[in-house]
């Protein structure tokens, strides 16, 4: 390998985006942050780096390790860079913002960096946009960021979307009523987390059939919901049920047409959710669009507040819609006058200024990909 191609090498999991994508993935990022905005979500923008004592706690423990971490040359301290944005807002939230009026609606885009990529998405670097709604816990927030969800990605043009609800916290409440040790439960969590059965038996013994019938209860909302509401559920996890059903009902009445499954023992990726989760998915996509639940949102203080939101990840839902269409590009010829140039930008087309007198604007047009050059103020079209 030559020195120069050595050179054009990126590391593994990042990549030169190029016209038209990047400026594709742009404009989409814009257009959801404007149907946030529209319900009335400022819009707020975090640093790249942060110190990692803030970075790192609450929500963002959870994405400790696919945090670069740097020294800070100034202040001689360790700075993570940041692999989530959601994190970031809620530190806002709670120091910034602290005596903000709540309800506290927050919305974001940008990129992220991560340590490692995945199977399903081997991207380390990507874009970010999402929302969090800071201070209330009743079932309307909760349904309130779902449906939000669903109304910014079907405006992108997301066809067959679904919801995929969730309650991470679930397990651990049932298990805790029925007097499961620590070690017991998060050797179960996983088995119910890989769906398997026989493991599920194995580890929750007299209580298999409890556990058994959450696993087997995942499917529609409603199917899963009467399912639920069968078991005899005390407690805390009774109220998560009851609550799960609320939020479904709002969602309905909302949306009916809104297409909601439910997992009640999804726990992978969820780790510090302690409310209604959930994932959104396109039929045929690959891999998750984003996803978003309830959390607490933690301050540099320790400053706790009930929060839930959601993150879409950009890569995964440029996947999802039609793709970029090329505008239309149209040659002007050397001293073409700035007020037609002009005008034909207000009507939407591109403009490419010829810079010399000697060129050939057809040839010139067909070398630059214009569909079009402008001729004796006439617009021609080039044949191929």
Known sequence: MTETAEKGLLPAGLQD?????????????????????????????????????????????AVAGQTFRLMDPVSQRM??????????????ATSRLKNAPRPLRLCYGGQVLQVRGSQLRPER???????????????????????????????LGVKDLSVDLNLPPLVGS?????????????????????????????????????????????????QALEALQKLALTGDALRAVEGLAAVVALIRAAAPEARLTVDPVEHRGFEY??????????????????????????????ERESSTGFTLYMDTVLRAIA?????????????TATAKARELRDADWV??????????????????????????????????
């Open 125 to 155: 670097q990507f874009a970010q946009a999402g929302v969090e709604l800071i201070g209330p816990s009743a079932a309307a927030s909760d349904a309130e960021v779902i449906l939000l969800a669903i109304e910014a990605l079907t405006g």
């Open 273 to 302: 959710q302690t409310g209604i989760s959930f994932i959104l998915f396109a039929k045929g996509g690959r891999g998750e669009l984003g996803r978003g639940g309830r959390y607490q949102a933690t301050g540099p203080g320790g």
């Open 323 to 335: 793709p970029p269409q090329s505008p239309a590009r149209i040659f002007l010829p050397f001293g």
């Open 174 to 222: 049932l298990a805790a009523d029925l007097g499961l040790a620590d070690a017991e439960v998060a050797a179960l969590r996983l088995a119910l987390d890989r769906k398997d059965s026989a493991a599920v038996v194995a580890l929750a013994g007299e209580q298999a059939p409890t556990f058994m019938a959450l696993l087997q209860s995942a499917g529609t909302a409603e």
């Open 79 to 92: 700075m993570g860079l940041r692999a989530d944005m959601t994190p970031q807002v809620a530190r806002i």
């Open 17 to 61: 985006v190029l016209a038209p994508l990047a400026a594709h993935e742009a404009a989409n990022v814009e257009r959801l942050i404007a149907c946030f905005q529209a319900h009335g979500y400022d819009r707020v923008k975090p640093p790249l780096l942060e110190f990692e004592e803030a970075l790192l706690t609450g929500a963002g423990a």
């Open 351 to 384: 403009t490419l200024a010829g810079l010399s007198a000697d060129e050939d604007p057809e040839e010139e047009a067909r070398r630059l990909g214009c569909s079009h050059v402008l001729s004796g103020g006439e617009i021609i079209d080039i044949e191929d």
